[in-house]
């Protein structure tokens, strides 16, 4: 086969256009480099890619997706285009005894165009855990040394929140937050009785016109993508000023296969397959970042062989694939009569919650090290498929009194999510699957996966809670769970939070960890790994917020040198 | 439809956005756009429904099925006039699963009245139909009566489907008294509510 070659060489190629990948395309091109961006899916067009405002009736299967798909937990037709836990013809693999689950999102924007847009800063303590607690490990990197960045990526996305002066959730740049919805009422109400946190949320969400964008609507479906782009997306919010600087290349379709080193070591080239043409084609350039989201980055690095690195590229220390961490996530919620009361009303909001519960436990000794934050949500949402299973399973009858009882419970359920720090383990990991490729003949990933101790303890503590925040609601907890099974406590699946970070560390020691505290490989100096994959460890905060404002340094670190003739 | 959604938001959109690189538009021909789509499938509906999977008689049954679970009253209307029975031949003709349990439920159905009642279970009277339903409806009947577990399976999975047909029709939305699914320009929070 003939393998093509772009004669031009970039300053910077990006791989991926997510979060890391955009944030770094906005910040390389406006410091004045020209930039090849590399997405392994299509364009997205927010006018009719998003389904905005459709209701489900608009739709014939209702938004069940062909043959009732998203009955059995897969994603719903509303959603933003191209998130997906499997790809066709593009496979991963669990090892045996390990469950993995991995979302993937093939389209610019990446998973930003799906995320629940919550935009939490890391805290200080967040960066220094081994010093804190001897577990894991501490960044290279502090608190203030991100702090000015994370200034930057507020101000220009936009997030709504409150200052609360909570040393583990430190306050940010913020818009005013939305006015709580009855059920944020009532759990607030209950949380101030129990003294636990209850604070407006931090979401990357406009409640007022801001850098050209209009204020957010309130129909409830950040999820479906917004049409105003009033929510955060790479694709709506970071790629147009990149692309209006003149100096942006998108090369859509394009899946990196191999990153090619040069006789000195450095990265010359990025290979990869053209899926319109299933031709390998390759782009040049001086520096590379590597922002294909965790997974595909480890995955990208193990694929790149050399004589001159043997295990992958930027891995001469090991750690590429391991240091694998999700979230912790365990769900509960309960039916509250009270809700039954109340009178209809327009309960939409933003796509997501007014009011969360930061960690309130970190100024006393736990059964477990680290914390969790508790997102919640519910009430009167437009209704959906499956909305009424439980009801179905535990009713039954048919009839009238169904369809009144129907009525009557509507609206009337808060559920709850916690989300928690996973302590990395040697069990968690991902690498080169010996045997099986994907449709583009590239090596696919195999998991590894398996919870600690202190994870099970925190789903434990995590039911505990909202069983006792039900309650004192007024409410009755409806979500059994056992200490025994697949998923003790309710504790998810690794990868189902969405959160997988760490499999391409960043350290201070080039013998244990990949990349330097900018993200570049120890390596190989003119290559950076911006996404999720170089968090040392996985606090309880939400990482989109973090990995752009980790790309933001980086990227700027890179302006400079490239001034510097370093590149 | 003369005029699609697209052209219209293209249109739009180039008035719209000049003096910023985001590529946004205005809340009015966001809204305008929908108003015209759901214009749009409303003028197509007016046509009678050929089912996909089911048999004639089979999408009858399920038809009678469906209104049995959700009826017409005085406030709402029923399964079938919210689309439910189209809602679930359509994935059904799409999911082996659904084939099997649903096709083969009303069989099984049929056979279990032919059985009874000397009748498939269209023909069977009112008070026929309400006792084999009243039977399929609870698990717990399971218990005295083992020959049910197959029909109380099958109804278990209709119910649900049918209350996702019905629940997500406009029918069963303004049933519910669901509001939202629209531009608000300041979210007014909970409204006063005694006791909260």
């Known amino acids: ?567 | 439809m003369s005029i699609s959604r697209r052209d219209i938001l293209k249109t739009l959109t180039l008035t719209a956005v000049t003096g910023s690189v985001l590529r946004v538009i205005p809340l009015e021909a966001a809204e305008y756009a929908h108003r015209m789509v759901r214009a749009a499938r409303a003028a197509a509906e007016n046509q009678t429904y050929a089912p996909k999977f089911f048999s004639a008689h089979a999408y009858k049954t399920l038809q009678a099925l469906c209104q049995a679970i959700i009826p017409s009253d005085e406030q709402a209307k029923g399964a079938i006039e919210a689309g439910a029975p189209e809602f679930i031949d359509l994935i059904t003709s799409e999911n082996k699963d659904y084939q099997v349990a649903l096709g083969g439920g009303i069989l099984w159905l049929d056979n279990t009245c032919i059985d009874r009642y000397s009748k498939p279970y269209l023909d069977c009277t009112a008070a026929q139909q309400k006792e084999i339903l009243d039977r399929i409806a609870f698990r717990k009947n399971a218990k005295q009566d083992p020959s049910l577990g197959q029909g109380i399976e099958f109804f278990s999975l209709l119910r649900k489907l049918t209350a996702d047909g019905y629940f997500t029709s406009e029918i069963g939305i303004e049933y519910l008294g669901y509001i939202g699914n629209t531009f608000v320009k300041d979210f007014p929070g909970c409204p006063p509510v005694p006791g909260l």
């Open chain 1, 1 to 567: 086969m003939q393998v093509r070659r772009t004669p031009k060489t970039y300053d910077v190629c990006i791989i991926g256009s997510g979060a890391a990948g955009g944030t770094a395309a906005k910040v390389l091109t406006e410091g004045g480099l020209s930039v090849a961006l590399l997405e392994a899916g299509p364009p997205v067009v927010p006018e009719t890619d998003y389904k905005e405002h459709v209701w489900p009736y608009d739709l014939p299967h209702r938004g069940a997706g062909v043959g009732g798909r998203a009955r059995q937990g897969l994603e719903d037709e509303f959603l933003a285009p191209n998130g997906a836990w499997e790809i066709e013809g593009e496979p991963y693999v669990s090892a045996p005894g390990s469950r993995f689950r991995w979302f993937r999102s093939r389209i610019v924007g990446g998973r930003t165009n799906h995320w629940g847009r919550i935009a939490l800063r890391m805290a200080p303590v967040d960066f220094k855990v081994r010093s804190h607690d001897g577990m894991g490990d501490d960044w290279p990197l502090s608190y203030e040394d991100v702090a000015p960045y994370y200034d930057k990526v507020e101000s220009y996305i936009g997030v709504f929140g409150t200052k609360e002066n909570i040393p583990t959730a430190p306050d940010g740049i913020f818009l005013p937050p939305p006015k709580p919805r009855c059920t944020e009422t009532i759990i607030k109400k209950a949380c101030d009785q129990l003294h636990i946190l209850c604070v407006p949320s931090r979401l990357a969400i406009l409640t007022q016109p801001h850098n050209g964008r209009a204020a957010c609507h309130y129909c409830a479906q950040c999820g479906r993508g917004c049409i105003t782009a009033s929510n955060f997306s790479s694709s709506q919010v970071m790629i147009p000023p990149a692309q209006k600087t003149g100096r942006l290349t998108m090369v859509t379709g394009a899946m990196a296969r191999e990153l090619v080193v040069n006789k000195d070591g450095k990265v010359e080239a990025v290979s990869y397959i053209d899926k319109a043409t299933r031709e390998e084609k390759r782009i040049h350039a001086r520096a590379f970042i590597v922002a294909a989201s965790t997974c595909e980055s480890a995955r990208l690095l193990l694929n790149s062989r050399s004589t001159l690195f043997p295990d992958g590229l930027a891995n001469s220390s090991g750690v590429v694939g391991r240091n694998l961490m999700d979230t912790v996530g365990s769900d509960g919620g309960g039916y509250f009569p009270a809700l039954e009361k109340m009178p209809a009303h327009n309960h939409d909001g933003v796509g997501g919650m007014h009011m969360y519960l930061p960690w309130w436990k970190f100024d006393r000794k736990n059964e477990f090290l680290r914390g969790y934050h508790t997102e919640f949500g519910g009430g009167r949402n437009m209704p959906g498929v499956g909305e009424y299973d439980d009801l179905c399973d535990e009713f039954e009858n048919y009839g009238a009194a169904l369809k009144q009882e129907c009525k009557r419970k509507y609206g009337t359920f808060i559920g709850f999510s916690g989300r928690g720090e996973m302590i990395p383990n040697e069990d968690c990991y991902c690498e080169i699957d010996p045997s099986a490729v994907d449709q583009w003949g590239i090596p696919v990933l195999r998991f590894h996966w398996k919870w600690g101790d202190n994870e099970i303890k925190m789903a434990k503590d995590m039911q505990q809670t909202y069983r006792e925040i039900v309650e004192a609601a007024g409410g009755i907890y409806v979500t059994p769970t056992t200490p025994e099974g697949q998923n003790p406590y309710g504790i998810a699946d690794g990868g189902m939070i969405i959160h997988e970070v760490g499999a391409v560390r960043m350290g201070q020691h080039a013998t244990t960890s990949a990349l330097n505290q900018y993200c570049q490989a120890h390596d190989v100096r003119n290559l950076f790994v911006t996404d999720g994959a170089c968090f040392v460890t996985n606090a309880d905060k939400n990482p989109t917020l973090t990995i752009m404002a980790l790309t933001w340094r980086a990227s700027e670190y890179l302006l400079d040198q490239a001034k510097k003739g370093n590149l």
